[in-house]
């Protein structure tokens, strides 16, 4: 009969992830993992195989719990909306009061070394994923409200993408909430507005960051 393990695996998993989330996968050693998380080497081995099995976990988690805001994004009625939605919502993750700055799928894809480089695809196959989605959400709104002038779903798609990292290396590099919501206000300028006129667009933001709708 196997004994139960002895740890709590999402203590260990949260812990995990705030670490992999500030320095990276690279950058992040076992040594770090081991005295963030209290595990020994070989129950960090056997619980997760390695540190790549233990990041591919935390990416799960991070899904669950941090990304929920672009489903949320996804179900607005109108590529303005849409555009709006996540990139606030991306702005909020990356910018987080208890949390880590930037990204930690962007962080990671960026930095990682050859020998991880399989891990790095797999990362950027995951945001190339959702990049489809968007593209298919953009074409099957698009008669509800405009892109904007000459621009495809597929082109939308890929500058939302390219915008939500640059956001993240921003943030990772200091940039404030209010900096961030600065250029997505600028963004958006060039988004034709919804019917009814314009709206006034706030570069500050006074809702917290949560789980579900925070990116």
């Known amino acids: 009969m196997a004994r139960p393990r002895e740890f709590d695996e999402n203590h260990v998993l949260q812990k995990a992830l705030y670490l992999f989330w500030d320095k990276g996968y690279e950058a992040t050693s076992l040594s770090d993992l081991l005295e963030a998380t209290g595990l020994t080497k070989s129950s960090l081995y056997k619980a997760f195989e390695s540190k790549e099995g233990l990041f591919r976990r935390v990416v799960d988690v991070y899904e669950r719990e941090h990304l929920g805001f672009r489903n949320f994004a996804l179900s607005k009625p109108t590529p303005r909306l849409i555009t709006e939605t996540l990139l606030k919502g991306t702005v909020r993750l990356h910018t987080g009061d208890n949390t880590p700055p930037g990204c930690l799928i962007t962080l990671a894809v960026l930095a990682c070394s050859a020998e991880a480089r399989p891990l790095s ?95």
């Open 121 to 215: 695809e797999e990362l950027a196959a995951s945001r190339s994923r959702f990049e489809r989605r968007l593209r298919d959400r953009f074409e099957s709104v698009k008669d509800v409200g405009p892109l904007p002038e000459g621009m495809t779903s597929n082109e939308a798609a890929a500058l939302l993408s390219t915008l939500v990292q640059g956001l993240a290396v921003q943030a990772k590099g200091g940039a404030t909430r209010r900096q961030l919501f600065q250029v997505v206000t600028a963004v958006l300028k060039s988004w034709p507005a919804e019917s009814g006129g314009p709206r006034q667009l706030a570069t500050s933001d006074p809702q917290p960051l949560q789980s579900g709708f925070s990116v």
